[in-house]
């Protein structure tokens, strides 16, 4: 059985998910036989999900590439500042369209995510293989704080939610995934996650609090849950958390 060495090199929020003890980013792993280099990512700690560009010996590989002794492994997360299309040999093929599958953990967020008008479902009954079945099935970037989930072979569009604060968390993922210009506040039941519409104050007075009767005159539903919407103090609020989130 023939033995390595391989230092891997990793950058940026990569060494989040790094001992604080590992110095500058920088591992040594020693290996038998020749694993892939996503095995050995991945047992340093980082999710594959995070990782958009792999450079050994400076030249870019996929996740398939068997180390040799003496590798140096560079490791990059996802990069937002410039396209590096004609790189990256990692990075799966880009989302059409932003969706999203949310670990019923971060409840909150993907309330938070709905409000901003993305489409957003979650499922408290689920466990770890449906989540994956449905991110990938569905086309949806899967959000969990669970580590070990992303780590999944079968997950191709994931992400490691960092922080513990749910109005951080938003954002954190809007930043992410420079949500920004797609943001389409109140487009979504934050409930259910259907797409909410106007309705005639006659077809839904019959379910009207008296003083939402007497002060409000526009209403919205949502069609899937049946819940009603208007413009109260609750709106305000959500309103100036939308501005937070922005800007």
């Not at 980013?25 to 999900?49: M, W, Y």
Request: with cysteine; aromatic share 8%; glycine share 6%.
């Amino acid at each position: 059985m023939s033995a390595g060495q391989a230092t891997f090199r990793f950058y940026a929020e990569l060494n989040d998910f790094l001992g604080s003890d590992t110095e500058a980013g920088t591992l040594i792993r020693g290996f038998n036989e020749s694993p892939s280099v996503k095995d050995q990512i991945e047992a340093c700690g980082v999710p594959h999900t995070e990782v958009d560009l792999i450079l050994v010996n400076g030249a870019s590989v996929d996740f398939a590439y068997r180390l040799q002794d003496g590798d140096r492994i560079s490791v990059y997360p996802v990069f937002e500042s410039f396209d590096i299309a004609g790189i990256t040999r990692v990075r799966p093929e880009p989302l059409r369209e932003m969706r999203f599958v949310v670990d019923i953990n971060l409840g909150k967020l993907a309330r938070y995510l709905r409000l901003l008008g993305l489409d957003t479902i979650t499922d408290s009954t689920a466990d770890d293989a449906e989540l994956v079945e449905l991110s990938v099935a569905q086309r949806r970037v899967l959000l969990t704080k669970d580590r070990p989930l992303l780590k999944r072979a079968a997950v191709t569009h994931g992400y490691l939610v960092r922080s513990i604060d749910p109005e951080e968390q938003i954002i954190e993922v809007v930043q992410r995934f420079d949500l920004v210009a797609g943001i389409d506040p109140f487009a979504r039941c934050m409930e259910c996650n259907g797409v909410i519409e106007s309705v005639a104050k006659a077809d839904v007075e019959h379910s009207l609090e008296p003083l939402t009767k007497r002060y409000f005159n526009e209403f919205r539903r949502c069609p899937d849950c049946g819940r009603v919407f208007w413009r109260g103090s609750h709106y305000e609020r959500l309103e100036a958390l939308v501005d937070r989130i922005r800007y």
